[in-house]
Antibody
Framework: EVQLEESGGGLVQPGGSLRLSCAASRFTFSTNWVTWVRQAPGKGLEWVGNIKPDGSDKSYVDSVKGRFTISRDNARSSSYLQMNSLTVEDTAIYYC?????WGQGTLVTVSS | QTVVTQEPSLTVSPGGTVTLTCVSS?????????PHWFQQKPGQGPTTLIYNTNNKLSWTPARFSGSLLGGKAALTVSGVQPEDEAEYYC?????????FGGGTKLTVL
């Protein structure tokens, strides 16, 4: 069965950092874009950013530019979301999305 | 920044047909916006129904179809089932990035 699994979420103080991981299995990860999406409590989906299959191109929503960085390791079929200078507005479930598949999400809570 | 607008809510009877739409603030939606449609049920993560206007995934039920209608992206559900009650989101590519619509809550009753 195809799987995408996020990990790395948790509670972090404002101004802190967190690194999320997305591990893929049983499909061709290396030829597909990876997208990160988040959903604040009780809110809709928000596109965070994406990364090209070879990692050479990345895009981000304006609200995270300069703070978040997406990367990938195709040898490990994994993508990463490095989040710095976190604010309470970044509190959300973070999902990775690839080739039509979604992970189950990982909750990031930014609070003092 | 592009704003993508969907109907906040729609209600349909079981067995009926309903069309959800997705509008871009930048103008008419074309295939170049690569419309995607996702379903999300309460307490669950999203699932992909349609990508690039009208392409289905292997798990997309046949009753779901995507199209362009009158300058909008559209998702039509024909022969609605009770299990189709969910939130539906569209996603468009515009101005070098992607933007989700606010979602449509579809009620089946």
């Amino acid at each position: 069965e195809v799987q995408l699994e996020e990990s790395g979420g948790g509670l972090v103080q404002p101004g802190g950092s967190l690194r999320l991981s997305c591990a893929a299995s049983r499909f061709t990860f290396s030829t597909n874009w990876v997208t990160w999406v988040r959903q604040a409590p009780g809110k809709g989906l928000e596109w965070v950013g994406n990364i090209k299959p070879d990692g050479s191109d990345k895009s981000y929503v304006d609200s995270v530019k300069g703070r978040f960085t997406i990367s990938r390791d195709n040898a490990r079929s994994s993508s990463y979301l490095q989040m710095n200078s976190l604010t309470v507005e970044d509190t959300a479930i973070y999902y990775c999305y690839c080739a039509g598949y979604w992970g189950q999400g990982t909750l990031v809570t930014v609070s003092s | 920044q592009t704003v993508v607008t969907q109907e906040p809510s729609l209600t349909v009877s079981p067995g009926g047909t309903v069309t959800l739409t997705c509008v871009s603030s930048t103008g008419a939606v074309t295939s170049g916006y690569f419309p995607h449609w996702f379903q999300q049920k309460p307490g669950q993560g999203p699932t992909t129904l349609i990508y690039n206007t009208n392409n289905k995934l292997s798990w997309t039920p046949a009753r779901f179809s995507g199209s362009l209608l009158g300058g909008k992206a559209a998702l039509t559900v024909s022969g609605v089932q009770p299990e189709d009650e969910a939130e539906y989101y569209c996603l468009l590519y515009s101005g070098g990035s992607w933007v989700f619509g606010g979602g449509t809550k579809l009620t089946v009753l």
